[in-house]
């Protein structure tokens, strides 16, 4: 049984920082491509960042230079280091792990940019 499980989300104010992380069980880890995505209330789900097998990152627009992606494979967990956070960043952020016509996700983790 395949099982994505965010944590480290919560409330932090304009300017501040979270990190994210997503323990992996049932897939073989080192194979699969590494997401986070996002869905603010109201807008459809975004990707935020991936990191692939081989470590290769791509980021959306409105976080390069703030959000970094990181992965550790032994662990079978992937990361989502996330500094100068903005209220447009609140969303729920949610892990995924993608291989060809599989496409796996998490519960969801609520952050929320306020002051």
């Known amino acids: 049984q395949v099982q994505l499980v965010e944590s480290g989300g919560g409330l932090v104010q304009p300017g501040g920082s979270l990190r994210l992380s997503c323990a992996a069980s049932g897939i073989i880890f080192t194979i699969y491509t590494m997401g986070w995505y996002r869905q603010a209330p109201g807008k459809q789900r975004e990707l935020v960042a991936h990191i692939t097998n081989d470590g290769s990152t791509n980021y959306a627009d409105s976080v390069k230079g703030r959000f970094t992606i990181s992965r550790d494979n032994a662990e079978k967990r992937v990361y989502l280091q996330m500094n100068s956070l903005k209220p447009e960043d609140t969303a729920v952020y949610y892990c995924?792990?993608?291989?060809?016509?599989?496409?796996?996700w998490g519960q969801g983790t609520q952050v929320t940019v306020s002051s």
């Open positions: 995924n792990a993608a291989l060809l016509k599989f496409d796996f």
